[in-house]
């Protein structure tokens, strides 16, 4: 692996001040920063092959559909595809989710059935279901969150039904850090469809009837894996799920360009989502014939040098080894922790209103941090949200993060699009530091020292 | 340090002036800022007059809520300015940038939205009494 100094060098931004300071980024969970070969791969393509893709015959034309499908190889090689026409080019993950919601929701999802989520999700895996259920008349439901931070699984359990359409889950929470069990939600699902595949159509008398003829199709599994693909590795065979979304600007890609992975059978059959230019077969006046797979769901002009910029960017976390990330990751979340724990000598702990609060840090400085989501740093990703109280006043997340700017230190405050777990906590605004492959451990003691400004201030 | 947490905002955060409700409020007024999780509320009562046309004043004035320190220390300042001016008919020409200058001017882009919200909630409980 590279030596972690080395490859903040690769960062362009990292020579930026801000605010007389070097920039340390502590917001990656926002969007990542973007090492050179990505920018230069997005400038190659516009400087030497721009042209638009499928249409022309002539050179640059298929120049440019040549690196428009190596990227969608070199992608959907990277979370383990086999076909390279089950990843369809969206905008990011929001747009992918709202892919599946329209297409495949509004064929499938009728009066009465269920589509589960849980209640740490993204406002981009909920708002586009509330949508559909009601559009459609079916029923939301969520799967608890522990006061651990976790996914209750039982809870999962209790709510699988005859009814349920869909699963729809986020691989590692932006909020909470968790990574959630996807394999094991895989299992249980599988296990739900063969229950289901036995159960007698109403009204059936002849018992032969309750041997499957073919394994019932629902519920299909969709995974949000927005915070996972940059982070550790993903393979979504291996996860077993139907689809899964994923945006390429947190994965130091462009901003602009994102996925959706999904098994060809399901994309096959699902009607296209927009419509237009690029993704037809024939069209007369009254009617049109689509063309297949990926090609049905990337209607208009695609974003080329997006995708060629994430291929880049894929190739250089393939550089670096995903295992490699993985473990630098767990490493920086560790001495974050820790540094939030240490000045601790006289403790006090306490589990308030069975929340996901973890635990109340009453440090020695005037700084009391209550640290969200699961305890250990092998069960979460490279991200921790917290609140802050100085002198026994509970300091608001911008706050914090204005003071933190002040040193050029760059976090996220707010509900970080998780409005209503945020509201079930009973939280307002919390701050969240957030790691890319670049962050090191001089940028975590940085940004302890910029918060002890906090108390002085607000003291 | 930018100086964003001046002497004036971090006494009003601090010691926030007119905190708390009135006893026979003529508006209450809440307003939020969903991006923040903050929430003001801002209540008036009009000076009395024999005479409805000539209920042209804010007599008293209170707020609460739970905000940052700026839209904290926005509303202490705002409802200290209410209390200078009192007329109805100019509190609601305070504008954005009076608000802003009121806070002492040095506020950045991204915490305008932290800066107005208890204006727009004294402008909206202004309005509601003015009818
Ligand atoms: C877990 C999760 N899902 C979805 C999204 C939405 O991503 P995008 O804004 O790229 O569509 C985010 C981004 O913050 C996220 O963290």
Redesign the pocket.
């Known amino acids: 692996m590279k030596f972690i100094n080395l490859i903040k060098k690769d960062f362009p931004i990292f020579n930026r001040q801000i605010n007389g300071q070097p920039l340390v980024y502590l917001d990656s969970?926002?969007?990542s920063q973007k090492p050179q070969e990505v920018i230069d791969a997005v400038v190659d393509y516009y400087w030497n092959h721009n042209a638009n893709v499928h249409r022309g015959i002539h050179t640059l034309g298929d120049e440019s559909t040549r690196l428009y499908e190596e990227s969608r190889k070199t992608v959907s090689g990277f979370i383990g595809a086999k076909d390279p026409n089950e990843l369809i080019f969206v905008?990011?993950?929001?747009?992918?989710?709202n892919l599946v919601a329209y297409s495949w929701g509004r064929q499938n999802v009728n009066a009465g059935d269920e589509i589960l989520i849980s209640e740490m999700?993204?406002?981009?895996?909920l708002v586009p279901w509330q949508m559909l259920a009601e559009r459609q008349k079916a029923t939301l439901q969520y799967i608890k969150v522990d006061k651990n931070g976790k996914l209750d699984i039982l809870d999962l359990k209790r709510k699988l039904s005859p009814r349920t359409k869909l699963v729809s889950v986020?691989?590692?929470?932006?909020?909470l850090g968790t990574i959630n069990p996807i394999k094991k939600i895989a299992e249980m699902i599988k296990k739900q469809k063969i229950l289901q595949s036995r159960i007698p159509l109403r009204g059936t008398k002849n018992k032969r009837f309750l041997q499957p003829l073919s394994l019932s199709s629902y519920p299909l599994l969709l995974v949000?894996?927005?915070?996972?693909v940059p982070h550790t590795p993903v393979n979504v065979k291996d996860l077993g799920c139907d689809f899964y979304?994923?945006?390429?600007?947190?994965m130091y890609g462009p901003?602009g360009i994102?996925c959706l992975w999904g098994k060809r059978e399901i994309l096959k059959n699902m009607p296209p989502f927009l419509t237009g230019g690029g993704m037809i077969n024939t069209v007369d006046w009254q009617e049109t014939t689509f063309t297949g797979l990926p090609d049905k769901f990337e209607a208009g002009t695609p974003n080329v040098a997006g995708a060629v910029g994430l291929a880049a960017a894929v190739k250089y976390l393939q550089g670096i080894g995903m295992e490699n990330i993985r473990k630098h990751e767990i490493e920086l979340t560790r001495h974050l922790i820790a540094s939030l724990d240490s000045p601790a000598r006289n403790a006090s702990r306490s589990e308030a209103g069975g929340s996901a609060r973890r635990r109340l840090l009453a440090r020695n400085d005037g700084l009391l941090i209550n640290i969200l989501g699961p305890k250990n740093a092998q069960d979460r990703s490279g991200l921790v949200a917290f609140t802050l109280s100085a002198n026994s006043k509970e300091i608001h997340g911008h706050d914090v993060a204005q003071v933190l700017d002040s040193q050029g230190i760059a976090v996220r405050s707010g509900h970080?699009?998780v409005m209503p777990l945020h509201a079930k906590l009973g939280l307002a605004a919390t701050t969240r530091v957030s790691f890319g492959i670049y962050n090191t451990k001089e940028d975590i003691n940085r940004f302890i020292k910029a918060l002890n400004l906090i108390p002085k201030i607000f003291g | 340090m930018s100086n964003i947490y001046h002497d004036l905002i971090i006494d009003h955060y601090q010691h926030p002036r007119n905190f708390g409700e009135l006893k026979n409020p003529d508006a209450v007024v809440q307003e939020a800022n969903a991006s923040c999780g903050d929430l003001i509320e801002f209540q008036v009562r009009v000076k009395r007059s024999a005479n409805r046309e000539q209920r042209t004043e804010i007599g008293e004035i209170a707020w609460r809520g739970v905000g940052c320190a700026i839209s904290t220390a926005g509303a202490s300042l705002l409802s200290e300015r209410v209390k200078q001016i009192r007329r109805i008919s100019q509190i609601s020409q305070i504008s954005q940038a009076g608000m802003v200058e009121l806070l002492g001017g040095d506020i950045s882009h991204a915490r305008i939205k932290c800066a107005i919200l208890p204006l727009v909630a004294l402008q909206k409980a202004i309005r509601n009494v003015a009818i």
């Open positions: 969970a926002a969007t905008r990011n993950s929001t747009e992918a989710i999700e993204h406002h981009s895996n986020v691989h590692v929470s932006n909020f949000d894996g927005a915070q996972a979304a994923f945006s390429g600007h947190k901003m994102g970080h699009c």
